[in-house]
Nanobody
Framework: QVQLVESGGGLVQPGGSLRLSCAASGSISTIARWSWYRQAPGKERELVGRITSSGFTNYVQSVKGRFTISRDNAKNTVYLQMNSLKPEDTAVYYC???????????WGKGTLVTVSS
C-alpha cells in the first residue's frame, strides 16, 4: 500500500507562487511514476504533469514553463512548484502514484489552490 498526503494549498494572488508537497509512505520504493492532477469547480479532473522514477518530467501545455515537478527521495516527497499563477489554475490539486509491478494506482485527498485578487 501507498499513502499520499498533499499540503501547501491556499489563497494566492494572480502572478504569485505556491509549492505543493505530496508526502508518501508505505511501499514507495516500488512507485514507477508520480503525477499531479487538478480538478477545477464544475470540470473534470485533468493531468497537470508527471515525473518518472528516472526523473523524466512532462507537463500539460497550459502549465509548461510555469510549473515544475521535483522529488526529494530522502524525504519521500514530491513537489509541484507553481509560478505565475493565474485564476484558471484554481482547483483542487491531487497527488497520484503508479505501481506498475502490481498494477495499482494511488490518490491523495487533494489540496485546494485558489488564485484570486
Amino acid at each position: 500500500q501507498v499513502q499520499l498526503v498533499e499540503s501547501g494549498g491556499g489563497l494566492v494572488q494572480p502572478g504569485g507562487s505556491l509549492r505543493l508537497s505530496c508526502a508518501a509512505s508505505g511501499s514507495i520504493s516500488t512507485i514507477a511514476r508520480w503525477s499531479w492532477y487538478r480538478q477545477a469547480p464544475g470540470k473534470e479532473r485533468e493531468l497537470v504533469g508527471r515525473i518518472t522514477s528516472s526523473g523524466f518530467t512532462n507537463y500539460v501545455q497550459s502549465v509548461k514553463g510555469r510549473f515544475t515537478i521535483s522529488r526529494d527521495n530522502a524525504k519521500n516527497t514530491v513537489y509541484l512548484q507553481m509560478n505565475s499563477l493565474k485564476p484558471e489554475d484554481t482547483a483542487v490539486y491531487y497527488c497520484n502514484a503508479d505501481r506498475f509491478d502490481v498494477g495499482m494506482n494511488y490518490w491523495g485527498k487533494g489540496t485546494l489552490v485558489t488564485v484570486s485578487s
